[in-house]
């Protein structure tokens, strides 16, 4: 459980990071930058809770969840320009609280007797879910229904916490494993512009 709450905070952190500097890049206040780095290293975690009957969810009854989010917050409102010079900061924030997200929700959705399949659905859950929230806040379409294998790096890494248990595996060095692979996979996936097959509209007619 220990390793569980590691990779839950790491994740919040990360996420948070993200959340507050596509708030900064928005010119929000610093309510603003707060509430976005909040939602977004939280929403994710609230609901696989919620999910799973673990209730009061635990970044609501464990005050460390709303330290890391308000300290990332602070961090990137007060330091940005420093942040900024790091190429794509918010997509490899973004996906660093993906992957961390994706294994701890696995993880503990398994410890809580899910279905594995059930399981990594909702480490995939739990890794898109802050992102969708801090995106309709800022009145953009959630990148889980546009970006690049965004839920398909999620459920990878959340996939291969489950296989591990299922073989038998110890379960942090599963954990590590698939968050590197969720990580990796959304960071090649934005380099080189990977992506599931989109709509395209054909035979359109103007009314």
Not at 97 to 105: E, K, M, T, W, Y
Not at 125 to 133: A, N, Q, R
Not at 134 to 160: H, N, Q, T
Not at 178 to 195: E, I, K, S, T
Request: with cysteine; charged share 15%; hydrophobic share 60%.
């Amino acid at each position: 459980m220990k390793a569980l709450l590691v990779l839950d905070l790491a994740g919040t952190f990360v996420f948070a990071l993200a959340g507050a500097t596509a708030g900064v890049r928005r010119r929000l206040d610093i309510f603003g930058v707060l509430v976005l780095s909040l939602v977004t290293a939280t929403a994710g975690g609230v609901l696989r809770d919620l999910l799973i009957g673990d209730v009061p969810p635990a970044a609501l009854r464990d005050w460390r969840y709303l330290a890391a989010a308000m300290l990332a917050g602070l961090v990137t409102f007060l330091w940005y320009p420093t942040i900024e010079r790091l190429r794509t900061p918010v997509r490899m924030f973004d996906a660093a609280g993906l992957a961390l997200f994706a294994v701890a929700g696995a993880e503990k959705s398994l410890d809580f007797g899910l279905h594995p399949l059930m399981a990594a659905l909702l480490g995939m859950l739990t890794g898109i879910g802050g992102g969708m929230l801090r995106d309709i806040l800022l009145a953009e379409v959630p990148a889980v229904l546009r970006s690049d294998l965004y839920a398909v790096a999620a459920l990878l890494g959340a996939g291969v916490v489950v296989f591990g248990a299922a073989l038998g595996w110890p379960s942090l060095p599963c954990a590590l494993l698939g968050a590197v692979l969720c990580f990796a996979l959304r960071m090649l996936a934005v380099r080189f512009d990977w992506h599931l097959p989109r709509a395209w509209a054909h035979g359109r007619r103007n009314p």
